[in-house]
């Protein structure tokens, strides 16, 4: 299913599905009646006739059908108070109302962006409806021996106003370009593990880069590189598994550089499935354990999407690649293992693993001097039991922190600031070692690992750590999310942070 544009009634007049928004408002009586801003004023003038409609007053996730005079469906779909109607709130109701289109079975339909227009600009409205639709109609079937259809293969967008073409096609393509972005680091969060190891997800990479990124340089460093490196945290966790390590560096310059331009660096855990090591996660635990590289998904759509709308910074995207798997090579609670930048670190639970992953990581890119670092995990449970499944946790320093938790707000997505406190680095701070790879206590699991990464990040570098794993997946909350899987959350933020 696709979405494409029309600035002529052409499509609009022959679909079989005509589709239309209505704001509620309260009239000098104290009635509620449904307001109307068609773009087709006779069927405006139609659903006024029909006796029956004084019962829908355009509420909040109301709808009302009817046969328009040529003998077309109209489905109305209701949107509250235009007044209080945000830009989320237009997504989530365009999503719902996908939803129940999908459901019915006819070829052609048309929306009508005028009607949904609550944003005061055609533009943004068309954007955000071109968002909703295409992050909705999402579907990962590639293991169903019957796929997901829907009746119609396209949905026309009318955009009643020929002056703002130029305007909206730009601001669409850039748009298409971040959804799409999200919908595969979806593919990639939902494919199933024993495909989608270490040495398959870095080749997926290498040849998107390969097929839709222009001016991007690939470098991907191996169990023998990573040695030579001196990763000894990564190799720690990948020491069990049968598949070799990858450490993936995208590196993106843009046409025009010049002693001002900024250096963005992304940082994503990659961890393919992560069964604890010899800390063994219980087996119901295990389930989902898939997603576990939604750190180095997310920040390689966000890197994805900046690269296609030609963002204006160089740009690097490091992403760890391994699982945690047991054998007798696996790395045992109690050892003590070597990063990268010469700090031991007594390794005193193996299932704390994508924070010996992504230290050396952040290591090696600090040592390429960017101005900020954005770095991506699921990294602990303890994020959900602070924040629930709905906010991502934001830690680091000032600035990376603030750039992060405005510019998500400015994206609709919910970040919030968590401390990293003197005592939560004493507490990481190892009797026989530099370092221990988890705290002392059970408590500040989210705030107590971002104290072991800030290890690896060098002095002076700007930096602020992501902790995803409440919303990584399962944003059953967000209509335009899926219900189970891969979500997507914090591509549109890292994005609008990489292309400014």
Known sequence: MSVHVDFTTEHFEKAGLKVFGAFEKMDKDGNKKAVLSWSDKDLATAFGFIKDNGDFTGGAGTTFTFTGTDCTTVLVIGLGNKTKLKAEGLRKAVAKAYRAIAAKKFKTVTLDVASFNCLGNITNATVVINEAI??????????????????????????????????????????????????????????APNVLHSEEYSKRVQKDVKDNLKGVKVKVLGKAELKKEKMGMFLSVNAGSAHAPQLVHLTYTP?????????????????????????????????TMKYDMGGSSTVYGAFRAAVMNGSPNIITCVLGMTDNAVNEHATVPDAIVTARNGKTVEILNTDAEGRLVLGDCLSYVSD?????????????????????????????????????????????????????????REEMKSPIADLQNIGKTR????????????????????????????IASDQSHLPYCPSKGGSGMMIRTLHNLLTK
Not at 368 to 395: E, F, H, S
Not at 445 to 468: S, V
Request: with cysteine.
């Open 368 to 424: 390429l001097n960017p101005d900020i670092i954005y770095n991506a995990a699921t990294l602990t449970g303890a994020v959900l039991v602070a924040l629930g499944n709905q906010v991502c946790a934001v830690l680091g320093t000032d600035k990376a922190c603030k750039s992060v938790v405005d510019t998500a707000k400015s994206e609709d997505e919910y970040a919030w600031r968590l401390p990293i406190i003197p005592e939560w």
């Open 134 to 191: 295409n992050l909705t109609a999402y579907n990962f079937d590639k293991y169903k021996s019957v796929k997901v259809k829907t009746s119609f293969k396209h949905i026309c967008l009318f955009v009643n106003d020929k002056k703002a073409k130029k305007g909206v096609e730009k601001a669409l393509a850039a748009n298409d370009n971040i959804t799409a972005s999200m919908n595969y680091a979806r593919d990639l969060m939902n494919d």
């Open 443 to 470: 408590y500040a699991g989210t705030a107590t690992a971002a104290a072991f990464l800030e290890n690896f990040i060098t002095e002076g570098i700007e930096w602020a750590h992501l902790d995803i794993a409440g």
């Open 255 to 287: 046409k025009k550089v010049t002693k001002n331009t900024k250096h963005i660096a992304l940082v994503g855990k990659g961890l393919t499935y992560d069964t604890g090591g010899y800390s063994l996660k219980p087996g119901a635990s295990m389930v």
